[in-house]
């Protein structure tokens, strides 16, 4: 069974950075795509960064423009990890932050490219 939990969310000021893991169990990722997706209330979950896998150049990194600048999504296929270092952070990135896996090396920015969900994990700014 694949599992797929987040870690590393919690309450920063606006200008303040956080780290989120999220650790894969059941399967291994290092040759499939994984993705960060976020939810705030009353709103459609909506794609942030996705680390792509080419088998000629390695991993590849996308963003939403959004966060484009200052969101780094990294992955660490020997723990079977993939992180989003979040900077600069804005009220408006308040949300719960969900790591997403894929069966395939490209994913996308829809929700339905993804197979596995983690469970989410808080993130809240604040002014």
């Known amino acids: 069974q694949v599992q797929l939990v987040e870690s590393g969310g919690g309450l920063v000021q606006a200008g303040g950075s956080l780290r989120l893991s999220c650790t894969a169990s059941?399967?291994?990722?290092?040759?499939?795509?994984m993705g960060w997706f976020r939810q705030a209330p009353g709103k459609e979950r909506e794609f942030v960064a996705r680390?792509?896998?080419?088998?000629?150049?390695?991993?590849?990194?996308y963003y939403a423009d959004s966060v484009k600048g200052r969101f780094t999504i990294s992955r660490d296929n020997a723990k079977n990890t993939v992180y989003l270092q979040m900077n600069s952070l804005k009220p408006e990135d308040t949300a719960v932050y969900y790591c997403?896996?894929?069966?395939?090396?490209?994913?996308?920015?829809?929700?339905?490219?993804?197979?596995?969900w983690g469970q989410g994990t808080q993130v809240t700014v604040s002014s």
């Open positions: 059941g399967r291994t990722f290092s040759s499939a795509a």
């Open positions: 680390s792509a896998v080419s088998t000629w150049s390695g991993a590849s990194a």
């Open positions: 997403a896996a894929t069966e395939d090396r490209v994913g996308g920015i829809d929700v339905r490219s993804y197979h596995y």
